[in-house]
C-alpha cells in the first residue's frame, strides 16, 4: 500500500520559499543556501526524499535477517535483507507512538520488538503482535500499523538507493553517466566487487553542501593538505607521492574534472598514473609497516607481485554521486546531513576478495596493507577539509557579505567543453562541476515532488 504524505501541504513548498534564480545564479551562491534552516528543512522534502539517496553496500547485509541502521536525510532507516531476501529500507519509527525502533548499529533480527510498549514486528514492517490487545478496540490487520517503508530501493552493483519519489526516474537513468567510472572502480577488483569494512566516522559544523562542493575541487590541494603532501614526500626516495600531480601547474597534466549529470561528477587522476602493473603502487603514499608488506609480497611472489600491490594501492579516482556517496581511494564515503550547519561524514574502508582463488593466503596480507592506505586519508587529510568547511561556516556568518563564488574557469573561451552527450569536461582545478550540480540542486528545489511512504498489507 502506498500512502501520500499529506504534512507538506501544511509547510510551505520550497518553489514559495525563495527566487531560487537569486540565490543560485550562473557564477555565484548565496550564502543563505548553508545557513537558513528554512532551505535546510526544504532539502529534507526536495532532495533527500525526492532523489535517489544511497543508503549502504549489499555487503553489509549479506545475509537474511541481516540489518544495519542508516539515515535518509534526517530520517532514521533500517537497511535489511528481509527473511525472504528482499532488501527493504524501513522508516526505524514505531507506528505506536514513533520511538525508534532498532538502536543498533547493525544486526541479524526476523523481527523488531518496539523497547517502549512491547509492540513486534516482522522484518517485513508487518505488525506481528501486540501486548494485552484486549485493552483495543481497532483491527490491527488495518495496513496503517504497519512499518512505513521506502517504496522505492533498488541497487547499482551492490549499492543500495532508496527514494520516496514515485517520479522519480529509474536508478539505473538516474545514475546515468557516472556508471561508467562506478563500473571501472569495481573491475580492477577481483570478480568486479569490493567488501565493506568498518568505518571512521567523522563530523563536522558546517553543511551538508560544503563536502559536496570539495568532492572534486582539485583547486585547494596542495594549499589545504601541504603537510600530508610535505609529510608524504619527506618520508619517500622520489618526491612523486600521494597527491604530487597537484604540484607545479596542475592543470596542465592529464587529469581531468568530468560532470556527468543529476548532480553526479568525477576527478580522473588516473591518466597521471604509469600504466604498468605497479604503477599505481608507486605512487601510493607512505604508510607505516608498508615496506614489510612490499618486500614480503616481493619474496613470495616475485613477478605477480606488482599486481597484487596494485591491489592495495588507493585508486586515483574521485567519484561523487549526487547528493552523499563519494568512492575516491579504495574509500565509500557517505555525506550525511544532522542539521543545517552539522555532517556527518564516515569513511567506510573496502576490502579485495579472492573471486578466482589465485590470491590464496595472501588475501588477509593485501586486505591489511589496503587498510593501511585507507587510515591515511581520512586521518591527515580530511581533518583539513573539514577545518576548511568549519571555517566556511563561521565566515558565511557575515550576513553583510552575501555571495560565494565559484566561477573558476568559467569564460574562458575552449577551457571548458561540453559533449554530444551534455557531459561536461574541464582542468582538475576548475570548478564546473560545482556550478553544475548547483544548478540541478537549483531545480530540484524548485520542484514539487509528491512523496510516498508504503507499507505491507
Ligand atoms: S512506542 Fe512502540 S510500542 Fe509504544
Ligand atoms: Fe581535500
Not at 234 to 258: F, I, Q, T, V
Amino acid at each position: 500500500m502506498l500512502e501520500k504524505i499529506s504534512t507538506s501541504s501544511i509547510r510551505p513548498a520550497s518553489a514559495d520559499l525563495y527566487d531560487w534564480d537569486e540565490l543560485v545564479q550562473e557564477d555565484r551562491v548565496h550564502r543563505l543556501i548553508y545557513t537558513d534552516p528554512a532551505i535546510f528543512e526544504a532539502e529534507l522534502t526536495n532532495i533527500w526524499g525526492a532523489v535517489w539517496v544511497y543508503l549502504g553496500h549489499d555487503s553489509q547485509i549479506p545475509n537474511n535477517n541481516d540489518y544495519v541502521t542508516t539515515r535518509l536525510g534526517l530520517r532514521p532507516i533500517i537497511l535489511l535483507r528481509d527473511s525472504q531476501g528482499k532488501i527493504r529500507a524501513l522508516f526505524n519509527r514505531c507506528t505506536h507512538r514513533g520511538t525508534t525502533l532498532c538502536r543498533l548499529e547493525r544486526g541479524n533480527a526476523f523481527q523488531f520488538v518496539c523497547p517502549y510498549h512491547g509492540w513486534s514486528f516482522l522484518n517485513t514492517g508487518k505488525l506481528r503482535a501486540v501486548p494485552w490487545p484486549d485493552g483495543y478496540a481497532c483491527d490491527f490487520k488495518d495496513a496503517k500499523f504497519n512499518v512505513a517503508q521506502v517504496p522505492r530501493v533498488d541497487s547499482y552493483r551492490g549499492f543500495i538507493f532508496g527514494t520516496l519519489n514515485p517520479d522519480a526516474p529509474p536508478l539505473l537513468d538516474y545514475l546515468g553517466g557516472i556508471t561508467g567510472p562506478i563500473d571501472e572502480w569495481l573491475d580492477r577488483n577481483p570478480g568486479g566487487k569490493v567488501v565493506v569494512c568498518e568505518a571512521n566516522r567523522l563530523k563536522y559544523k558546517g553543511n551538508w553542501k560544503l563536502a559536496y562542493d570539495n568532492s572534486g575541487d582539485g583547486y585547494h590541494v596542495v594549499f589545504s593538505h601541504r603537510s600530508l603532501l610535505e609529510m608524504e614526500n619527506r618520508l619517500a626516495d622520489e618526491a612523486n607521492k600521494g597527491m604530487s600531480y597537484y604540484k607545479g601547474s596542475p592543470d596542465s597534466k592529464a587529469m581531468y574534472m568530468r560532470y556527468t549529470g543529476n548532480g553526479h561528477h568525477f576527478k580522473d587522476k588516473r591518466p597521471n598514473i604509469e600504466k604498468r602493473a605497479g604503477g599505481l603502487w608507486a605512487v601510493e603514499g607512505p604508510a607505516p609497516g608498508s615496506e614489510h608488506y612490499e618486500a614480503e609480497f616481493r619474496r613470495r611472489f616475485g613477478a605477480k607481485a606488482d599486481d597484487i600491490l596494485d591491489l592495495a594501492g588507493s585508486e586515483p579516482v574521485n567519484i561523487n554521486v549526487f547528493p552523499n556517496l563519494s568512492l575516491l581511494g579504495n574509500h565509500i564515503q557517505v555525506f550525511d546531513p544532522i542539521s543545517v550547519d552539522e555532517t556527518n561524514v564516515t569513511w567506510f574502508g573496502t576490502r579485495v576478495v579472492d573471486a578466482d582463488g589465485t590470491l590464496g593466503d595472501a588475501l588477509d596480507e593485501i586486505n591489511a596493507l589496503r587498510m593501511r592506505t585507507q587510515e591515511q586519508f581520512p586521518n591527515f587529510g580530511e581533518v583539513d577539509d573539514l577545518a576548511n568547511f568549519e571555517e566556511i561556516q563561521r565566515g558565511l556568518a557575515c550576513l553583510e557579505d552575501e555571495w560565494v563564488y565559484m566561477h573558476r574557469g568559467l569564460g574562458i573561451p575552449g577551457r571548458v567543453k561540453t559533449d554530444a552527450k551534455g557531459e561536461v569536461t574541464a582542468p582538475a582545478t576548475d570548478e564546473a562541476f560545482m556550478r553544475e550540480y548547483i544548478h540541478e540542486w537549483k531545480r530540484l528545489m524548485k520542484a514539487s515532488p509528491s512523496l510516498v511512504v508504503q507499507r505491507e498489507v
